[in-house]
């Protein structure tokens, strides 16, 4: 059973920790220790239980293999024992890889909350169009798994969508499942306004930063140039009068983030500060993976938007995948955010399945 063969150690050492986590909860007063200790007992829950059952297969399937080896054993209960070790053969090696899956070495941000960025790239008007539909499908994706979705800023686009739009999605592992969004994503459909029916193709870039606390990185204020302006765009007479927009410039990096949404300075403060503190949190992520992968960077998650990730096929109703050449007949449920998911599993599989053969950071 050489196969099947697991950390058992290191096994035991979870279920040892399970175990402390326990009966220290029991004896725990403390509020901001009992939402720890409760918080990690969740997080070990699903090892702890594959644990438990890989082990009480493996031995019922000893047990079966000392029936098939017993010479007294009729040949018509041999042959139900045969039966039965090949099904707990397979059972015993789907839960040794969801073991192996669980003790893959785990994103440190993938719990996180994130800020989502789409921005409109080629193709003028239907470029930004795009952009307001691929918002909108991680819109309604959030509203799915029940995370709530709270508008930074957005720059409307002449006829419709968005040059640029920033969002906060806030709730639990939101960045674990966003995270393969980054990158540039390709449309092509025939756009409402082209009158000969010809296909355009056109592109928007997404970003999935993960949002950073201020304890994950110290921002000197020194670093910081801080401006006041007008705000930009409709907004009747309180635009005209009162600078409420903040543009906040992090001058070691040069890295800008405007925000005028608010009506109120102060909020705008508070958004750009945290846009400002994610980008400079994601940076300081990649500089840390680029230095552990040096030159075998793995593109899926890597938040590279040079790439061009995906393409949506408006005319033959798919999606395509370049990363992991998977190719979808389902558009209309992609774009609705319902088919969503379906590409994201695929796309959590394979950065998983690189992760078990040794080929990513």
Known sequence: MSEFVLPQEKLDAILARDAAIARELEG???????????????????????????????????????????????????????????????????????????????DAADERSVILEVRAGTGGDEAALFAGDLFRMYQRYADLRGWKVELVSASEGAMGGFKEIIAEIHGEGVFARLKFESGVHRVQRVPDTEASGRIHTSAATVAVLPLAEEVDLAINESDLRIDTMRAGGA?????????????????????????QDERSQHRNRQKAMAILRSRLFEMERQRLADARAADRRVQVGSGDRSERIRTYNFPQGRVTDHRINLTLYKLDQVIEGSGLDELIEALVTEHQARLLAGDAA
């Open 28 to 106: 725990a007063s403390d509020p901001a220790q009992i939402v720890a200790l409760s918080r990690e007992a969740s997080q070990l829950q699903g090892i702890v239980a594959a644990i438990g059952a890989w082990r009480r297969v493996s031995a019922e399937r000893a047990e079966a293999a000392a029936l098939i080896e017993d010479p007294t054993l009729d040949p018509e209960m041999r042959a139900l024992a045969e039966e039965e070790q090949g099904r707990l053969a397979a059972e015993q090696e789907r839960l040794a890889q969801a073991i192996r899956v669980a003790l893959l070495p785990k």
């Open 235 to 259: 907004g009747g007479q309180h635009v005209n009068k009162t600078e409420s927009a903040v543009r906040i410039t992090h001058l070691p990096s040069g890295l800008a983030v405007v925000v």
